[in-house]
C-alpha cells in the first residue's frame, strides 16, 4: 500500500494560483502513476491529470488543459500539481492516487489504489 499525503490547498480568488503537493511513500514514483482527482460537494470524483512512472508523461481532464501543470521530483517523492487561472468551479478537494504505472487519459478510478486524505480548495472572492 502506498501512502500519499496532500498539501497546498487553500482559498484563492479567482484567476488566482495554488500548487498542491502529493508526498509519496519512498519509491512509489518509480512504479506507480499518480494521478490527481477531485470531488465537489454534491458530484462525483473526477480525474484531473495523471503523470505516469516510466517516462514522466502527463495526461489532463480537458477542462483543465493549458491552466494546470503536473510535475514529480522523484528523489522527493514528491509530485506536484501547479494551478493557474483557476475558476470557481475548480473548488473542490483535491486528492492524489497511485495506480497503473502508465496513465490513460481516461482518468478513470478505478485504475488508482491507494488515496491520500485530500486537500481544500476554494475559489471565491
Known amino acids: 500500500q502506498v501512502q500519499l499525503v496532500e498539501s497546498g490547498g487553500g482559498l484563492v480568488q479567482p484567476g488566482g494560483s495554488l500548487r498542491l503537493s502529493c508526498a509519496a511513500s519512498?519509491?512509489?514514483?518509480?512504479?506507480?502513476?499518480i494521478g490527481w482527482f477531485r470531488q465537489a460537494p454534491g458530484k462525483e470524483r473526477e480525474g484531473v491529470s495523471c503523470?505516469?512512472?516510466?517516462?514522466?508523461?502527463?495526461v489532463y481532464a480537458d477542462s483543465v488543459k493549458g491552466r494546470f501543470t503536473i510535475s514529480r521530483d522523484v528523489a522527493k517523492n514528491t509530485v506536484y500539481l501547479q494551478m493557474e487561472s483557476l475558476k470557481p468551479e475548480d473548488t473542490a478537494v483535491y486528492y492524489c492516487?497511485?495506480?497503473?504505472?502508465?496513465?490513460?487519459?481516461?482518468?478513470?478510478?478505478?485504475?488508482?489504489?491507494?488515496w491520500g486524505q485530500g486537500t481544500q480548495v476554494t475559489v471565491s472572492s
Open positions: 492516487a497511485a495506480g497503473i504505472p502508465y496513465c490513460s487519459a481516461a482518468l478513470k478510478r478505478k485504475d488508482f489504489t491507494s
Open positions: 519512498e519509491f512509489a514514483l518509480k512504479y506507480y502513476g
Open positions: 503523470i505516469s512512472s516510466s517516462d514522466g508523461s502527463a
